[in-house]
């Protein structure tokens, strides 16, 4: 009898909640990758998941200097995402692996005393694991073409924050700001 308690001590036994194989239940709230352990040893959820990318409200700065003139002076944006268009089927060829599209629209006519004229223009996110690059991007008679690009944008989950630099009448100028999403 001893040896048949024994026995029976040693099978595995399910565990309630548990698994076909006798393992426990994860416990973890987040969507693992690594089934074998409760201990969670990846990242937590994709933090990009729960962007509104539907619009953002925004800022840039302009910053530049020549011949004893400079200038640093900011417009308010909006953008609104783009999913169908004539300019959304340009932004699509230009970054066919980006994954949102703006149509930009700044508070402002131009800044530094109307040397830089602004307008609206069109912006490309390219949203992967390892973070977000924004492409920044100017209409000249109908035609997209990239203006900037910064590949190492700051994104916290609700914020991009980005620099580039433009070059106006073959000055460059330092563009940053940033893109507020959910509003």
Not at 4 to 26: M, W
Not at 74 to 88: F, I, K, N
Not at 174 to 182: K, S
């Amino acid at each position: 009898m001893l040896l048949s308690l024994l026995f029976l001590a040693c099978q595995d036994s399910k565990t309630i909640g548990g698994d076909d194989t006798g393992e426990p239940a994860d416990t973890d709230t987040d969507t693992d990758t690594d089934p074998d352990s409760d201990t969670d040893m990846d990242t937590d959820t994709d933090p990009w998941q729960e962007v509104d990318w539907t619009g953002y409200v925004g800022e840039r700065t302009f910053k530049g200097e020549t011949w004893g003139y400079s200038c640093e002076e900011s417009s308010d944006d909006a953008g609104v995402e783009l999913t169908e268009g004539s300019e959304y089927e340009q932004l699509t060829t230009l970054c066919p692996l980006c994954s949102h599209f703006y149509e930009n629209e700044p508070a402002e006519e131009s800044v530094c005393d109307g040397y830089l004229p602004l307008g609206t223009t069109y912006r490309a996110l390219l949203v992967t694991d390892a973070g977000v690059a924004a492409y920044f991007y100017t209409e000249d008679e109908g035609t997209l073409e990239e203006s900037g690009t910064d590949s190492a944008t700051g994104f916290d989950g609700a914020t991009l924050e980005f620099d580039y630099e433009i070059s106006v009448y073959g000055i460059p100028v330092a563009v940053n700001g940033y893109m507020q999403f959910g509003g």
